[in-house]
């Protein structure tokens, strides 16, 4: 009996294991059997589940009807990208092409140089260099696919009602005037907030550099931390007070919640929403509620700010198709193929010579607007950008801004505690 | 061969499943846990042999005693709600003079049933700021929506009530088990000694319990030094580190900000102190023996 149990037990465990190779075994065999049959399988990874209306995918999908190959997609949002890719390097399953804003900054070795892959030449240097982060070397590891803009939208019908008029490019707001705009419309009862930041630093640092402020400075040879500057200090003590006072929903920046500003704005909650430009096409389609427009950025205390910003194609070197995502990017940039992405996006051009040209007199407006916020993009910004500072913290400094507004630290605190860690990290010194 | 042999085999044999999984998920992750702590690996190319540093670097994180302590004061204010509410509707549940007894526990039960996260995300959106459904229904009756979300306290008030609910039916059913095995001679004899409901559950069934209260007690104790996916799925640790306990602020520094070399030894340290406390609570009620 002992002997027959023992003997069930060793069939029943074997069986299993077997059973689980056979599964692999099958799913491979699979892929390479449609692979063989229909051409590549081009293995992508995007940021977001796409959608239908979503104009990479778009590419993607008449790529592959023109070509007969195939696309196999993954989907990692930019932020998990970073822990994500590590791990599928390790376990050699890398997508043979990926849309990031980050990766090939992070790991520039693990990325083809695609610099004679497509013409350069053709694309905005400046898209270039802000969405390739790569300000050291001539090798471009990322090719863009997206060009933004930070941007502020506004609630026309809640401006009209309280009889607020629309700043235009060459007269735009001052930060004073838009906040007691902002306060008069949630005055007004017409709308629960006047004015909604989206929970990136990407969009508060705009506060930061129209007032003067930068986080980092270049000297000589390297950089110092400027991020606990007295003005660095005053704008977020201000929009620590904006939080306070209601004037903003202040959940969004506490982080207690997974609040969306721009579902606030949508619903027609808020007067006045700083977010980008990709929130336009997504807006176009979704607010038929009340109209709205997009207006130029205020100015500071010093300028007016705008961040650029955006996506970019990269080919990981241990991709299994580099030679498929390669026949992606010349297709995708060609300029028929480019024409019709960039209607759909609505966004930014990024290549030299080619623009959208929208139908539509609202939105050649607003895209008028955009495309102006361009020359707002500041130097600080630039020095920033080239400090690379992210490279060493990212998301602990978006942490200390949620903490100021929370009420755990106060802006100086806030400030000092994330400039000390820079320091610490980076061997740069704090400016006096 | 003799019985004694015969009788160790077969306890190898039943053992041998277990341990084989206890080896792979638990002491070869330990052990790879307490390597990593001593390193400054990054999650990526970066592993050096760094001696105690991370465990110097922890005793000095004023940000890791924070949420230390909140996770400790956490556990102090929820753990007599997470014993006593299961063991009162067990009492009730089990009593003759109540009705709908199996309906009630079925939906006691339900909410073990779903996971954390999606436990967490779905309070969230129940208490979301501006669209939730609690807000709405406050607004409907005519008062003002609350800040679950800005707002430490109430913020860890939603969590407190979640992970209570997510627990309850778990714990009311080995309290039905344990009250359906005390022998009604006891009670008998407390009514002929004239014991009132209230005197009868003083003075025998809690103390009856007992064995069943210390399971209850130290499993509820872990879990809540361990709260993690519910509060993930609820605030992400927030408003600012408001509701940041220690395994979030473990992952956080892991995860999020690639110092998987810290946040072992982080979590070497943690396992210590929680393994601490839970032997102080065995010997305090001497394995639930103490009655």
């Given at each position: 009996m002992r002997g027959f149990l023992l003997t069930l037990c060793s069939v029943l465990f074997l069986s299993f294991i077997t059973a689980c190779s056979s599964e692999t075994s099958v799913e491979t065999n699979g892929a390479n059997n449609s692979e063989e049959a229909d051409g590549g399988i081009l293995k992508i990874l995007l940021s977001e589940e796409p959608s239908s209306e979503d104009a990479l995918n778009n590419s993607f999908k008449k790529w592959a009807e023109e070509t007969g190959n195939k696309v196999d997609t993954i989907v990692i949002p930019y932020d998990d990208q970073i822990t994500k890719f590590p791990l599928m390097l390790k376990n050699d399953d890398v997508p043979d092409l990926v849309s990031t804003t980050r990766l090939t900054r992070l790991y520039p070795e693990e990325f083809l140089d695609l610099t004679d892959v497509v013409d350069?030449?053709?694309?905005?240097?400046?898209?270039?260099?802000?969405?390739?982060?790569?300000?050291?070397?001539?090798?471009?590891?990322?090719?863009?696919?997206?060009?933004?803009?930070?941007?502020?939208?506004?609630?026309?019908?809640?401006?009209?009602?309280?009889?607020i008029e629309v700043p235009t490019i060459d007269d735009p707001w001052t930060m004073d005037e838009l906040i007691s705009n902002a306060q008069k419309l949630k005055d007004s009862g017409d709308v629960n907030y006047g004015l909604a930041v989206d929970f990136s630093r990407g969009r508060y640092d705009n506060l930061m550099y129209s007032n003067g402020g930068s986080i980092t400075q270049e000297t000589e040879d390297s950089f110092v931390v400027s991020i606990n500057s007295e003005e660095n200090v005053q704008t977020l003590e201000n929009f620590v007070e904006w939080n306070e006072t209601d004037l903003m929903p202040k959940v969004i920046w506490t982080g207690g919640s997974t609040d969306n500003p721009a579902d606030y704005f949508k619903n027609g909650d808020v007067g006045i929403y700083l977010s980008g430009s990709w929130e336009y096409s997504p807006m176009y389609e979704e607010i038929t509620a009340f109209d709205w427009g997009v207006m130029p950025s205020p100015i500071g205390s010093l300028q007016q700010s705008a961040i650029a910003g955006g996506g970019g194609l990269g080919i990981?070197?241990?991709?299994?198709?580099?030679e498929l995502a390669k026949e992606f990017l010349e297709w995708f940039y060609k300029e028929d193929n480019y024409v019709e992405f960039l209607a759909q996006d609505k966004g930014i051009s990024f290549i030299n010579g080619v623009t959208y040209e929208p139908e539509d007199e609202k939105v050649i407006a607003d895209y008028e607007i955009l495309q102006a916020e361009m020359k707002n993009v500041t130097d600080r910004f630039l020095v920033d950008e080239k400090s690379a500072w992210r490279n060493y913290l990212d998301s602990e400094y978006r942490d200390v801004i949620k903490r100021a507004v929370s009420g755990e630290l106060t802006a100086k605190e806030a400030l000092d505690v994330f400039a000390n860690d820079l320091s610490e990290k980076s061997d740069w010194e704090i400016a006096n | 061969m003799s019985k004694n042999s015969r009788n160790h085999r077969v306890f190898w044999l039943f053992i041998a499943?277990?341990?084989?999984?206890?080896?792979?998920?638990?002491?070869?992750?330990?052990?790879?846990?307490?390597?990593?702590?001593?390193?400054?690996?990054?999650?990526?190319?970066?592993?050096?042999?760094?001696?105690?540093?991370?465990?110097?670097?922890v005793l000095q994180d004023k940000e890791f005693y924070s949420a230390f302590f909140r996770s400790i004061i956490y556990t102090i204010v929820n753990l007599p709600f997470k014993v006593a509410i299961p063991l009162l509707l067990a009492v009730l549940l089990t009593s003759p003079k109540v009705r709908f007894k199996t309906l009630a526990r079925t939906l006691i039960y339900i909410p073990v049933l779903l996971s954390a996260l999606v436990m967490g995300i779905t309070i969230n959106w129940m208490f979301s700021q501006e669209y939730g459904l609690v807000n709405f229904i406050i607004q409907q009756l005519g008062g003002s929506p609350l800040e679950w979300g800005s707002n430490v306290v109430l913020a860890t008030i939603v969590i407190s009530v979640a992970s209570t609910l997510m627990t309850t039916g778990f714990f009311m059913i080995i309290y039905i088990g344990s009250i359906n095995n005390l022998s009604s001679d006891i009670y008998e004899a407390a009514e002929i000694d004239g014991a009132n409901s209230v005197q009868k559950f003083i003075s025998v069934t809690f103390p009856l319990l007992a064995p069943t209260t210390f399971l209850v007690t130290l499993l509820s104790t872990i879990d809540l030094l361990k709260e993690y996916a519910l509060v993930q799925g609820v605030t992400q640790g927030g408003p600012g580190t408001g509701t940041t306990y220690t395994i979030q602020y473990i992952f956080d520094k892991g995860f999020n900000q690639g110092e998987y070399g810290y946040a072992t030894a982080i979590s070497a340290i943690v396992m210590i102190v929680f393994a601490i406390i839970a032997y102080v609570q065995f010997k305090t009620n001497q394995g639930g023996e103490k009655y």
């Open positions: 350069i030449g053709i694309f905005d240097q400046a898209a270039l260099e802000i969405i390739g982060q790569d300000y050291d070397s001539d090798s471009n590891l990322a090719l863009p696919n997206q060009y933004t803009i930070t941007s502020y939208f506004y609630n026309a019908d809640a401006f009209e009602e309280v009889g990981p070197s241990s991709a299994e198709n580099p | 499943p277990s341990g084989v999984l206890f080896t792979i998920f638990f002491l070869i992750p330990l052990f790879l846990n307490l390597i990593l702590s001593f390193t400054n690996y990054d999650g990526w190319k970066q592993m050096d042999f760094i001696g105690i540093e991370n465990y110097v670097r």
